[in-house]
């Protein structure tokens, strides 16, 4: 048995069947993914209903299931509306039209009872898994984003694991032209981006949803500290 943590796939559905051929992920294992599964990409529907039909994958909310869910709530506002539209939603409502209305139901409902955090153990080691990063509701915990420097410790026995924040912010701060630059020197390197840790805190988002040429669908076991990479397109 062994415990995976993975974010941030945004419909790089391929990528996401891939990594759990290469880890070998059987009904013996736990993996726990920490949201943003779909927009930008094309099949995050699919990833939404894969995830649904597997009682050992476990999905948090992320900022991108938050705006989808606010998206179809009762009458919801100008600024809901426009927020996601702009967050490359797409692909997610061609993908959800085309289920039938029961599946629409039944995913709208999972999106809505999914957890924005979860506290975890695995070999004694503790773990607080969460979209974005620390806050005191729902909203903060999927669109927080920690500053590198001004990282908190929850407390010194607990490793917080976040995605959202993409490990190219942190390694390259700068413009988005400056990550497309460190992007391509990385590949023609044969390098990519990779899992970054520090002191109690990991970030598994390796850039998916920014098109990079270096970016890389990441995953991380656990019980040993792997880390796992998939090629997101061709």
């Not at 999905?59 to 009458?75: A, C, P, S």
């Not at 993908?95 to 629409?104: A, I, Q």
């Amino acid at each position: 048995m062994a415990t995976y943590v993975m974010s941030d796939l945004h419909g790089a559905y391929d990528a996401f069947c891939n990594m759990l051929r290469q880890i070998d992920f059987s009904k013996d294992d736990e993996l726990y993914i920490l949201g943003d599964v779909v927009d930008r990409g094309e099949d995050g529907v699919s990833i939404l209903r894969h995830t649904m039909a597997e009682k050992n994958i476990h999905l948090l909310l992320g900022n991108h299931e938050y705006m989808f869910m606010q998206f179809f709530e009762d009458n919801p506002s100008q600024t809901v509306v426009r927020r996601w539209n702009r967050n490359g939603n797409f692909y997610t409502l061609t993908g959800f039209d085309k289920l039938t209305e029961s599946e629409k139901e039944e995913t709208l409902a999972y999106i809505r009872q999914l957890p924005s955090e979860q506290h975890i153990t695995v070999y004694g080691k503790k773990y607080y898994l969460v979209h974005g990063f620390i806050g005191v509701d729902t909203h903060e915990r999927v669109w927080n984003r920690p500053k590198y420097e001004d990282i908190p410790e929850i407390d010194k026995d607990t490793t917080v694991i976040v995605g959202h924040t993409p490990v190219c912010e942190y390694v390259c701060p700068g413009s988005d032209e400056q990550m497309y630059v460190y992007s391509h020197e990385l590949t023609l390197r044969g390098e990519h981006f990779q899992i970054l840790h520090a002191p109690h805190f990991i970030d598994v988002d390796c850039c998916v949803g920014y098109g990079f040429s270096a970016a890389r669908l990441a995953c991380l076991r656990l019980e040993d500290g792997a880390e796992f990479y998939e090629k997101v397109g061709k």
